[in-house]
């Protein structure tokens, strides 16, 4: 039964929509049966997993998240992908298979020219700065919204351009080792978003095949001494990170200084994001960077340009092995949580998964996220909350319902906090929520848990 078991979960990660669906079937077949019994739910989060739709480092598809995190006993979990929405609709559908509170959101990189001059959360390169939207309901930009969905498929352009550049600039160092984006790259991705992972891989699959001293290969190319590509030759993610690190990195030869023009605006994301009904969310790296120093003056321009939420990987922000550094950090993880308190800033937190060995679930319990723990499962449910009201009636923390009824923003805040408590998941309570009737009241939503 556990190679079976086993096999079905390997099969979740299927490129081939299908075989996942089936595969969850007989899993869920299982539960019925006893042959699997699931954990009661723990009061834990993550909300920020990257998919196979842009780059999980186990290689998790949206429904084998879901399922991870149901057979572990997480109570909630957050889908976040680079540039596409990919995944949305089949991650909330297995959510609601699955029974677990899920959240839908996109990541991306854009321009601030207001902090040109000053690297935020993007290392190296000053005025470009990660951003998210969270809490969409669907895949699907809404048909009246015609300019979003030409900027969203820009956005996927973009990505593709940059991706044929490096290529050719790496092509050109690793001679005779060379790949094709359409040949090499995109059959490794489920619909033909890749990053620079992706890439990576494809190199080290071509020099597999027909480079006869790998070490000898790799150190050459690297300029590195052998014994320390020995050392990584067979662990396949080392060597993917070394290897990208050397030609792909800031001063590499296949990297790409971006500009004003590589990326687009915040505004131009935001609207995107606001037309699908999503959050405009900030996000936080760690607190050390010249912008991120200046956090009241940066979440001051974000929000006036729409930000209503915040994100943050809590493991790199305590998890540290140097203890000056840690204390630093941890300062100003407690630092941006009350900031974000004080502009009312719902907060989603979670770990990415984007790399090999990145934890699965944040250690909630640790002595050194006791100060903000609350802090992110309120998020969390907040999250849940909002997509859930969002997919059912249109009514998330944005639209027209909401301002009319809840136009202090701490009082939308707390009550789509509550709602994320109350609303079990599932498609039962999408149904109750549809058929609660015309003009209902927040009391007369909460009123039917």
């Known amino acids: 039964m556990d190679d079976e078991i086993r096999e079905l979960e390997e099969q979740l990660n299927d490129f081939d929509l299908s075989v996942r669906m089936r595969s969850l079937d007989d899993l869920l077949t299982l539960v019925d049966r006893g042959d699997i019994v699931l954990p009661a739910a723990s009061e834990v989060a993550n909300m920020h997993c990257h998919t196979f739709y842009s780059y999980n480092g186990y290689g998790y598809s949206p429904t084998a998240l879901a399922w991870l995190a149901r057979r572990r006993g997480y109570k909630l979990m957050g889908i976040v992908d680079f540039d596409v929405l990919d995944g949305i609709d089949e991650f909330l559908a297995a959510c609601d298979r699955v029974a677990l509170r899920g959240s839908a959101g996109m990541e991306t990189r854009a321009y601030v020219p207001e902090f040109a001059t000053r690297e935020i959360n993007s290392p190296g390169e000053p005025g470009v700065y990660y951003h998210m939207g969270i809490g969409f309901s669907s895949a699907e930009v809404p048909v009246d919204q015609p300019v979003a969905a030409a900027t969203l498929k820009t956005m996927r352009q973009r990505a593709a351009d940059r991706n044929h550049e490096i290529i050719r600039r790496v092509n050109a160092a690793l001679d005779p080792v060379s790949i094709d984006y359409e040949r090499d790259v995109v059959p490794l991705t ?15 699959q071509v020099a597999d095949r027909t480079i006869f001293r790998p070490v000898e290969f790799w150190a050459a190319k690297l300029g590195l001494p052998e014994e320390r590509v020995a050392a990584v030759i067979d662990r396949g993610p080392q060597l993917q990170d070394l290897v990208r690190s050397k030609l792909m990195k800031r001063g590499s030869v296949g990297y790409i200084q ?36 200046a956090a009241e003056e940066l979440f001051d321009l974000m929000v006036a340009k729409g930000a209503l939420a915040l994100n943050i990987i809590p493991d790199r922000n ?37 790399a090999y060995g990145r934890p699965l679930i944040d250690a909630f319990d640790v002595p050194e996220l006791a100060p903000v723990r609350d802090d ?23 639209s027209g319902w909401a301002r009319q009824h809840l136009p202090a923003l701490r009082d939308r805040n707390r009550f789509y906090t509550r709602l994320g408590r109350r609303v079990p998941p599932g498609s039962l309570a999408l149904h109750t929520l549809r058929s609660i009737g015309p003009n209902p009241t927040p009391e007369s939503i909460m009123g039917l848990w």
């Open 318 to 354: 305590w998890n540290i092995a140097d203890l000056a550094d840690k204390q630093r950090k941890l300062e100003a993880l407690y630092s941006v949580v009350a900031l974000a308190r004080r502009l009312d800033l719902p907060i989603n937190v979670g770990t990415e998964m984007n």
């Open 258 to 293: 971006p500009g004003p023009d590589t990326f687009p605006t915040v505004e131009e994301v935001n609207a995107v994001i606001t037309a699908c009904g999503a959050l405009p969310t900030i996000t936080w790296l760690d607190g050390t960077s010249e912008g991120e120093q």
């Open 376 to 398: 992110f499962i309120d998020g969390a449910y907040f999250f849940y909350g909002h997509g859930t009201l969002q997919r059912a009636l249109g009514f998330g923390a944005l």
């Open 190 to 204: 489920p619909a033909g978003n890749a990053t620079e992972r992706h890439i990576v891989a494809a190199y080290l």
